[in-house]
């Protein structure tokens, strides 16, 4: 029997719709939600993120800034325009599109963003308070899979859940937030010694390591719930379409949920930043 979709499309756009009444809300109060997203460079990848995510605040009635650098910028104009917009009431959510090129520490360009505009979760403070179990901004992505578990009647507490991947925007946080919800946790990575051995305990499994196809259905519980946070694109010889971490076509035969790809987290991912800046600015109109 085959699993259960996780659609991701359909979930983000029933959010989306309910975030328009907090925006109008907002609006009512003399508060447009406002975000401001920098990107250094012409990375392809980068550039459709950034337009993705600008369209998506004009969409839902949000004020959105994107600022532009060339490439070969100095991270002093960057920090610069980071303290500048900490300062400016207008702009509730600030976000530093990563990666950036290879002249700027990232981790000094994240931390320079003010805690309450951090809508990515990434600034230390916020990770702090994250790993308290009392966030103030969740990271978007691992925010986006716990909405699709919510939605989905999935109760994590006393479950066996295993994350593979231990990046700082999926991997870490998307662990965190299984823990407080009560499930017992195992991080692995692809270097992990017997990584089936692992997976194969996994009520729920959560695979964001960036490697196509790299889950196979040997490595599946039967019956479990496969999150897939992976988006990769195949060279041209194998059709050049994109795929997730997981391979689908055959791990949907074993789960009984199965995140698609496209169509499952990744819409959810711009949808929760637009969570997080509409949440910044609500706690600024307080």
Same mark, same amino acid.
């Given at each position: 029997?085959?699993?259960?979709?996780?659609?991701?499309?359909?979930?983000?756009?029933?959010?989306?719709?309910?975030?328009?009444?907090?925006?109008a809300a907002l609006?009512?109060?003399?508060?447009?939600?406002?975000?401001?997203?920098?990107?250094? *460079?012409?990375?392809?990848?980068?550039?459709?993120?950034?337009?993705?995510?600008? +369209?998506?605040?004009?969409?839902?009635?949000?004020?959105?800034?994107?600022? @532009?650098?060339?490439?070969?910028?100095?991270?002093?104009?960057?920090?610069?325009?980071?303290?500048?917009?900490?300062?400016?009431?207008?702009?509730?959510?600030?976000?530093?599109?990563?990666?950036l090129p290879r002249?700027?520490?990232?981790?000094?360009?994240?931390?320079? #963003?003010?805690?309450?505009?951090?809508?990515?979760?990434?600034?230390?403070?916020?990770?702090?308070?994250?790993?308290?179990?009392?966030?103030?901004?969740?990271?978007?992505?691992?925010?986006?899979?716990?909405?699709?578990?919510?939605?989905?009647?999935?109760?994590?507490?006393?479950?066996?859940?295993?994350?593979?991947?231990?990046?700082?925007?999926?991997?870490?946080?998307?662990?965190?937030?299984? #823990? +407080?919800? *009560?499930?017992?946790?195992? @991080?692995?990575?692809?270097?992990?010694?017997?990584?089936?051995?692992?997976?194969?305990?996994?009520?729920? %499994?959560?695979?964001?390591?960036?490697?196509?196809?790299?889950?196979?259905?040997?490595?599946?519980?039967?019956?479990?719930?496969?999150?897939?946070?992976?988006?990769?694109?195949?060279?041209?010889?194998? *059709?050049?379409?994109?795929?997730?971490?997981?391979?689908?076509?055959?791990?949907?035969?074993?789960?009984? %949920?199965?995140?698609?790809?496209?169509?499952?987290?990744?819409?959810?991912?711009?949808?929760?930043?637009?969570?997080?800046?509409?949440?910044?600015?609500?706690?600024?109109?307080?």
């Amino acid at each position: 029997m085959s699993a259960q979709l996780m659609d991701g499309k359909a979930l983000a756009e029933e959010l989306r719709a309910g975030f328009k009444a907090r925006v109008a809300a907002l609006e009512a109060r003399g508060h447009r939600p406002g975000l401001a997203v920098i990107l250094v *460079g012409e990375d392809p990848a980068s550039m459709v993120y950034v337009r993705n995510k600008v +369209n998506a605040c004009e969409a839902g009635g949000m004020l959105s800034r994107k600022i @532009v650098y060339p490439a070969d910028t100095a991270p002093e104009t960057v920090l610069a325009k980071i303290a500048e917009l900490n300062a400016d009431p207008g702009i509730h959510g600030i976000l530093v599109q990563l990666p950036l090129p290879r002249q700027f520490d990232e981790e000094s360009v994240l931390e320079a #963003i003010a805690p309450e505009k951090d809508v990515d979760g990434f600034h230390a403070e916020n990770v702090g308070a994250l790993a308290q179990g009392n966030p103030r901004f969740i990271p978007c992505t691992p925010y986006g899979v716990m909405k699709m578990l919510e939605k989905n009647g999935i109760d994590l507490m006393g479950k066996e859940a295993v994350v593979i991947g231990r990046s700082n925007i999926v991997g870490k946080p998307m662990a965190l937030l299984l #823990i +407080n919800a *009560g499930a017992t946790v195992t @991080v692995c990575n692809s270097k992990t010694k017997d990584l089936a051995a692992h997976t194969r305990r996994a009520d729920v %499994l959560v695979a964001a390591v960036g490697k196509p196809r790299f889950i196979t259905a040997d490595m599946v519980k039967p019956g479990a719930v496969v999150i897939d946070v992976g988006i990769n694109r195949l060279p041209p010889e194998d *059709g050049g379409k994109l795929c997730g971490d997981v391979d689908f076509a055959a791990v949907k035969d074993i789960a009984a %949920l199965i995140t698609p790809v496209p169509g499952g987290v990744g819409p959810m991912t711009i949808t929760m930043l637009l969570a997080n800046t509409i949440e910044a600015a609500e706690r600024e109109a307080k």
